[in-house]
């Protein structure tokens, strides 16, 4: 399997986790092409990453592609950061490869994930998992934005950019460059999430919820997707019962410990002899979100900024 994690020096720490994670995880007969696409200050996690993928499995590799990152000027909103765009640079970097399964950095992988690797594109571009966007009452509050008529009929088919099983030959064929980087240059509040949505629609096959479940998701959310016809029952009971890849998107366990699920992250995490010490669970114990003064300074800003936020 090849597997790409894109990231800054940002989480150079945390994509040891999430790789680490992924090889223990794996079916007996799973090996994986690692590559590491990341920003040139994050090339110090070359190294641990090896290591932590050979202690795994020998048959495993690891490829690093330190660049610098052409999209660092690109919008930059809820506290994510360019990096983000990196994912659209694959079909070009990995030239000669048919397909990548794309992982965020801020996940727990459970599971093998072998079926999803498995799984036939066909003239597909990507495969993903529905996103909290298609619910009627979040779509709603996005209509206003002046580039949501890009994704007029897309309800109910919006992805979440997290996992992504990536038809690189297909992308190629398609010439979708010139669009991503146009694109890029907009104040698109997902970023790139949004840009893969408007330019991918209508080719893009769908995973089950439990390969990309959000951990700020509860269950009555779940049970909203299933109400608007988004998931199935079925659906629904396999990501909260047995999710194959918690994602942290939104508060990070490392960071706050009493998020959604974070103590699964610290519970692996501090199973590992080498990872346990890379990060500081008394801090993350101590921090229970945004300070009362934060919070009021937020609502200022809300008021008076014309982007929603």
């Known amino acids: 399997m090849k597997i790409v994690f894109c990231f800054d020096e940002n989480l150079a ?14 079916g007996s007969d799973d090996h994986f092409e690692v590559h590491c696409v990341c920003t040139e200050g994050a090339e110090i996690a070359g190294m641990p990453l090896e290591q932590i993928i050979k202690r795994r499995d020998p048959a495993s590799s690891l490829v690093m592609h330190c660049i610098k990152n052409p999209y660092e000027k690109a919008y930059e909103v809820r506290g994510i950061s360019s990096g983000a765009y990196l994912r659209l ?3 070009r970097l990995l030239s000669g490869v048919e397909k990548v399964l794309y992982l965020d950095v801020d996940i727990l992988v459970r599971e093998s994930l072998s079926p999803v690797w498995h799984m036939d ?5 990507l495969a993903a998992v529905k996103g909290p966007v298609n619910l009627q009452e979040k779509w709603e509050w996005n209509s206003s934005r002046s580039y949501w008529k890009l994704l007029e009929g897309a309800r109910g088919g919006y992805i979440n950019s997290g996992v992504l099983l990536m038809n690189l030959e297909e992308i190629r064929r398609r010439q979708l460059d010139e669009q991503w980087e146009r694109l890029a240059e907009e104040k698109l509040y997902y970023q790139d999430q949004d840009i893969l949505n408007i330019t991918c629609q209508g080719s893009i096959a769908y995973l089950s919820p439990k390969y990309n479940r959000l951990a700020y998701l509860e269950e009555k959310d779940f049970g909203q997707f299933v109400t608007e016809g988004i998931y199935t029952r079925e659906e629904e009971q396999e990501a ?9 998107a939104g508060d990070k366990p490392w960071k706050r410990y009493d998020t959604n699920l974070g103590s699964l992250w610290w519970d692996y995490v501090n199973a590992q002899s080498d ?8 801090k993350a114990r101590r921090y229970h979100g945004p300070t009362l003064g934060q919070r009021a300074v937020r609502k200022v800003k809300k008021l008076f900024s014309r982007e929603k936020l």
């Open 13 to 26: 720490t945390q994509v040891q986790a999430a790789a680490a994670s992924l090889l223990d995880s794996r």
């Open 89 to 91: 640079l694959l079909h």
């Open 121 to 125: 594109l066909g003239r597909n571009l």
């Open 240 to 248: 909260l019962q047995s999710p194959a890849i918690i994602h942290y």
């Open 275 to 282: 990872l346990r010490d890379l990060f500081d669970e008394g």
